[in-house]
């Protein structure tokens, strides 16, 4: 056997597991507790082609008995490997998922994900969304953890009024830049800014 | 600084430090002397796993039960990586074992190979014999007499 041994695939776990697994776990539940608030997410460090912040949410909600689906624009060797070693988490096609990651144009349709059953509405699949940017805010949220009114830029409205109308079931949304995250509940109703 | 060895090699080495006494390999890494600087790449971890066995290595897996043991990974500065998973709740023995796979990847196999791991396998090899040895001397062996019926 010759040696081939990359390092992108074993480093750039958490650094201390346990604080940086608490710390990142914290910042998941405000940014889904305050649909369209954005919050600071670090600690890992993943392979070339995703953000820091979608794989610290990985490294975070992701053991052995999650399934993970990776879109096409993500997927590589390095990415399934990292996954793999710090997560052991299998790798599923979108049906199955319970997280999946990508961009927006390579995760939908948004129909394939699970969204539940009305005994356990939790068995539905959470999108980690890969997103340029939090430009301008094209929509505004109301809902569970708003007061009045949020904004947010979404990349497109339709998808997340109809998500929100199975309410009590659907899947739920990350959206991850850099090392910032927001995230939008099946509960957030969805409307266009004005 | 790479050599080649087959995954059979490494089964051995890493079967011979997964079932290694602590103070006894903590002894001959010392004695062997180089402590190389490594980026940990998996703290010392101890878990649970399961361990399963097959009825005569082919029947249907069943579970054999539950065992403690600690893992760690990590890696040289010429990025070669390491890994090591030794039985109990041991950490030093972990990291040893992670750093002893790592080097055995590289030049420093064959020294390290005469260091550690010779001692080790015929410290295992003399502890098999003697328990063997012990229960062949307690081996009953049993005759039928002819009964006279005839």
């Given amino acids: 056997m010759s040696l081939d041994t990359r390092n ?4 750039g776990g958490f650094s201390n597991p346990p604080v940086a697994a608490a710390h990142a776990f914290r910042a998941a539940m405000n940014a889904m507790a305050r649909p369209g608030r954005v919050q600071d997410i670090t600690g890992a460090a993943p392979p070339e082609g995703i953000s820091i912040a979608a794989g610290s949410l990985l490294l975070t909600l992701c053991d052995p008995e999650t399934g993970v689906y990776l879109a096409p624009d993500v997927d590589s060797g390095d990415l399934r490997g990292w996954l793999a070693f710090h997560t052991g988490a299998p790798v599923v096609p979108a049906e199955q998922a319970d997280f999946a990651l990508g961009r927006w144009d390579a995760l939908t349709p948004l129909n394939r994900f699970l969204i539940g059953t009305p005994e356990y509405p939790d068995r539905s699949a959470t999108l980690i969304v890969e997103t340029p940017g939090f430009g301008a805010p094209n929509a505004v949220l109301r809902g569970p953890g708003i007061k009045n009114t949020a904004r947010m830029q979404l990349p497109e409205l339709t998808a997340f009024q109809n998500n929100a109308a199975l309410y009590p079931l659907g899947v739920d949304f990350f959206f991850t830049v850099g090392s910032q995250v927001a995230a939008l509940p099946r509960s957030t109703q969805v409307t266009a800014e004005a | 600084m790479t050599t080649t060895f087959s995954a059979m090699d490494r089964r051995g080495w890493m079967s011979l430090l997964a079932s290694a006494d602590e103070a006894r390999l903590t002894e001959l890494w010392q004695g062997y002397g180089a402590d190389p600087a490594c980026e940990l790449l998996r703290a010392p971890e101890a878990g649970g796993v399961m361990v399963r066995g097959r009825m005569g290595g082919t029947g249907a897996p069943f579970n054999l039960g539950e065992m403690t043991v600690t893992r760690c990974a990590l890696s040289l500065q010429d990025g070669t990586v390491g890994h090591g998973y030794v039985q109990g709740r041991s950490k030093v023995s972990a990291e040893i074992a992670a ?39 307690t081996k009953v062996e049993f005759f039928t007499m002819v009964r006279g019926e005839d």
């Fill in chain 1, 8 to 11: 992108a695939v074993y480093a």
């Fill in chain 2, 99 to 137: 750093k002893i796979d790592a080097l055995m990847q590289t030049g420093a196999a064959d020294a390290l190979s005469a260091a550690v791991l010779t001692p080790l396998a015929e410290e295992k090899q003399k502890a098999e014999d003697d328990r063997a040895a012990k229960a062949a001397a």
